[in-house]
């Protein structure tokens, strides 16, 4: 079964909104990474944040955890029509195995 | 520099055939790794590869599916004989070190008539 699992499954938001997903995993974790799928290609990584780490930014990337809640949120700033695409987070499950959730699909309005 | 590249981007075969997917990692990276993703799915770690050597294929679906890496830069995917739900875009990703950072390629679409 899939470790983590976004939240919203789809999103659809105006140019310059901000947009917030969240994933929710099971297992305890070293870390959590959010990655993006552009339609028709490979995964982008976006930012890793550390068990240790509460919060960590990336220009227009905010990253979150809350390792008692086994939750992280990543909220985008000012979105572009440019950030459509498919945003999954992904837990590692040992030393190199990724766990990937279900994915955001974030819709940005022009 | 070129990231990981995989051959074909796209392929469409008859059931029964044989499938044979390429991947070539990022140069210097020592660990690869092969993934299924499928609507139902999502992204499904199928095999681990460090130096060049298997370390965990518990992803493997069957004994139709079939990897190797002969060497630092390359490696292939076979899948014989092909079937309908094999239909998935396979994507190859590579790492470097003990990074934690994976860098995938723009996947093969494949399509099991």
């Known amino acids: 079964s899939q470790q983590g699992e976004e939240d919203p499954q789809a999103l659809s938001i105006q140019e310059g909104e901000n947009a917030t997903m969240n994933c929710s995993y099971k297992?305890?974790?070293?870390?959590l990474q959010w990655y993006r799928q552009n339609s028709g290609r490979g995964l982008v990584h976006l930012i890793l944040?550390?068990?240790?780490?509460r919060e960590k930014h990336s220009g227009r990337l905010r990253v979150t955890l809350d390792t008692s809640k086994k939750s992280s949120s990543l909220l985008i700033t000012a979105s572009r029509a440019a950030d459509t695409a498919s945003y999954f987070c992904?837990?590692?499950?040992?030393?190199?195995?990724?766990?990937f959730g279900s994915g955001t699909r974030l819709l940005v309005r022009p | 520099d070129a990231g990981v590249i995989q051959s074909p981007r796209h392929e469409v075969t008859e059931m029964g055939q044989e499938v044979t997917l390429r991947c070539k990692p990022i140069?210097?990276?020592?660990?690869l790794f092969w993934y299924r993703q499928t609507m139902m799915r999502g992204l499904e770690l199928l095999i681990y590869?460090?130096?060049?050597?298997?370390?965990?294929d518990s992803g493997m679906p069957e004994d139709r599916f079939s990897a190797k890496m002969p060497n630092a830069s390359f490696s292939t995917l076979k899948i014989q004989p092909s079937e309908p739900r094999d239909s998935a875009v396979y994507f190859c990703?590579?790492?470097?070190?003990?990074?934690?950072?994976?860098?995938f390629g723009p996947g093969t679409r494949l399509t099991v008539l």
């Open positions: 992904a837990t590692d499950a040992s030393s190199y195995k990724l766990i």
């Open positions: 297992t305890s974790i070293n870390n």
């Open positions: 944040i550390r068990s240790n780490e």
């Open positions: 140069s210097g990276h020592n660990s």
């Open positions: 590869f460090n130096n060049n050597v298997p370390i965990d």
């Open positions: 990703a590579s790492i470097q070190g003990s990074t934690d950072t994976q860098y």
